[in-house]
């Protein structure tokens, strides 16, 4: 076959379509999920405003007995409130309504890879969970906490690994269920999953007095784990158990997520 040569140069046309490069194209679907979560006011109740207001009520109101610093009791339930909220419950409900809405199946039809769909709406909760962050512990410092440099740094790869895998659990539930089903359902587990974490704290707290059967089932539940993790972490200490239960929930929910996810 005979290739005729470009007898054009390069630029003599405008617009010059040409694929765009991976960085460019994951910024852009970063830019845009981000947008959508943040102008999203159920989103920011449960990421939000719910997280800084029970951080602030438990530790101005006089709600139960939370020993000498009560911002030092619950800081580390609530960041973990914050992680779930973020990248399991509102991941597994937008992406529950994208399929049920065709959102998904318009974007896969574009020359949008599906790698960038799935890193664009990873990458955003990576975000939002780092302002989350930020902003809880700011509040908590106003309100009398204080962690040490070693503490905060050991929180990081307790962070990293319960966003993991709760974005796994989200992806695994909202792309497997019907949307109705996902609303349901990762509500529910929100409430079940915050009050298994509120054992992990209530089991440090009253020690030998709380039931050991309760602390270690809450060990081995990915919320129990996380809680656990951060609270060892400002004690200046690592959770290797915990980071072992979280990651193992990662690696079970995204296979799970690989096999059962559906774009429609």
């Known amino acids: ?40 006011g159920e989103q920011l109740l449960l990421t939000m405003l719910i997280p800084i207001s029970l951080l602030i009520g438990f530790a101005v109101l006089p709600i139960g007995d939370l020993g000498e610093s009560r911002t030092n009791a619950i800081v580390p339930g609530i960041l973990a409130l914050a992680i779930m909220s973020t990248a399991f419950t509102g ?7 994208d399929r049920r809405y065709g959102a998904l199946k318009r974007l896969g039809a574009t020359a949008l890879p599906k790698w960038a769909i799935i890193g ?29 440099l070693t503490g905060l740094a050991l929180a990081v790869p307790a962070v990293a690994l319960g966003t993991v895998a709760f974005a796994a659990m989200g992806l695994f539930i909202g792309g497997w269920l019907r949307a109705e089903i996902v609303l349901a359902l990762a509500n529910i587990l929100w ?9 992990v704290i209530a089991a440090r707290l009253y020690g030998e007095e709380f039931p050991g059967l309760a602390h270690a089932f809450a ?6 784990a996380l809680v656990e993790s951060l609270a060892m972490a400002f004690d200046g200490a690592a959770d290797v158990t915990g980071y072992a239960v979280l ?18």
């Open 1 to 40: 076959m005979r290739v005729t040569a470009n007898r054009f140069p390069a630029g003599t046309f405008t617009p010059a379509p040409h694929p765009s490069r991976p960085f460019p194209m994951l910024a852009a679907q970063t830019r845009l999920e981000l947008v959508l979560l943040l102008r999203n």
């Open 91 to 97: 991941q597994a409900i937008a992406v529950g309504f």
């Open 120 to 148: 664009g709406k990873s990458c955003a909760v990576v975000l939002v969970v780092c302002l989350q962050m930020a902003l809880l512990v700011a509040i908590g410092v106003a309100l009398g906490w204080r962690p040490s």
């Open 219 to 224: 060990r081995i539940t990915p919320s129990g």
């Open 247 to 264: 990651a193992a929930w990662a690696a079970a929910c995204g296979l799970g997520a690989f096999r059962t996810f559906r774009w429609m």
């Open 191 to 199: 409430f079940a999953l915050a009050g298994i974490g509120s054992l």
